[in-house]
């Protein structure tokens, strides 16, 4: 759980990446992308009931946006892509509620192996430095000294290893995009995760 002041301090200064694992319903006999988008649940008139679920200390991480990110706190919330996925993975599990964020920031790349290049070059090397600066700083806008941090895939998790392995124990997941379906992806995280 996390205070109202601190909730608040996450949407205001980490709006552009951040988000949290709690998403709405889908509905029963509709699509698994159904009411992704939906993010009333970070409304201020309704986020109070939600604050029990937010987990600070444990930390989802993904690469970067796949594409500009328009409202507060919607990182890993539409309907596109894979992460209807993780909303299924982590429902009623002790990850529901973690902390999400991308370890780059405000860069749209929705090829991976392209961002991994210009990591590569000079301003790629400078763009990774200052953004895991600003991770740190999320960490401790958190309010957690020794949280568990989870990258999906490879990439993600070769730059806090590179970065942060001295300092921060991280787990990989197998990427939410991953040709995989909702089922064999829980099956993937669950395994790794042991729950």
């Given at each position: 759980?996390?205070?109202?002041?601190?909730?608040?301090?996450?949407?205001?200064?980490?709006?552009?990446?951040?988000?949290?694992?709690?998403?709405?319903?889908?509905?029963k006999?509709?699509?698994?992308?159904?009411?992704m988008?939906?993010?009333?649940?970070?409304?201020?008139?309704?986020?109070?009931?939600?604050?029990?679920?937010?987990n600070?200390?444990?930390?989802?991480?993904?690469?970067?946006?796949?594409?500009?990110i328009?409202e507060?706190?919607?990182?890993?919330?539409?309907?596109?892509?894979?992460?209807?996925k993780i909303?299924y993975?982590?429902?009623?599990?002790?990850?529901?509620?973690?902390?999400?964020?991308?370890?780059?920031?405000?860069y749209?790349?929705?090829?991976?192996?392209?961002?991994?290049?210009?990591?590569?070059?000079?301003?790629g090397?400078?763009?990774?430095?200052?953004?895991?600066?600003?991770?740190?700083?999320?960490?401790?806008?958190?309010?957690?000294?020794?949280p568990?941090?989870?990258?999906?895939?490879?990439?993600?998790?070769t730059i806090?290893?590179?970065?942060?392995?001295?300092?921060?124990?991280?787990?990989?997941?197998?990427?939410?995009?991953?040709?995989?379906?909702?089922?064999?992806?829980?099956?993937?995280?669950?395994?790794?995760?042991?729950?």
């Amino acid at each position: 759980m996390i205070s109202h002041k601190i909730f608040k301090k996450i949407k205001k200064d980490h709006k552009n990446y951040a988000s949290w694992a709690i998403w709405a319903k889908e509905r029963k006999e509709g699509k698994p992308t159904d009411n992704m988008g939906d993010l009333s649940i970070f409304d201020d008139k309704n986020i109070t009931k939600h604050l029990k679920q937010l987990n600070p200390n444990i930390i989802l991480v993904g690469l970067n946006i796949s594409k500009e990110i328009r409202e507060p706190l919607s990182n890993f919330h539409g309907s596109n892509g894979g992460a209807y996925k993780i909303r299924y993975a982590f429902r009623d599990s002790p990850y529901w509620g973690a902390y999400m964020t991308d370890i780059l920031k405000g860069y749209v790349q929705p090829k991976a192996m392209k961002m991994m290049k210009h990591l590569k070059t000079e301003e790629g090397k400078i763009l990774e430095k200052d953004n895991v600066e600003k991770f740190i700083v999320e960490i401790k806008d958190l309010g957690v000294k020794n949280p568990t941090i989870i990258a999906f895939g490879n990439d993600a998790h070769t730059i806090l290893n590179r970065n942060i392995a001295l300092k921060y124990k991280t787990i990989r997941l197998p990427h939410y995009s991953s040709r995989t379906n909702k089922e064999e992806y829980r099956s993937q995280v669950r395994s790794v995760l042991g729950f």
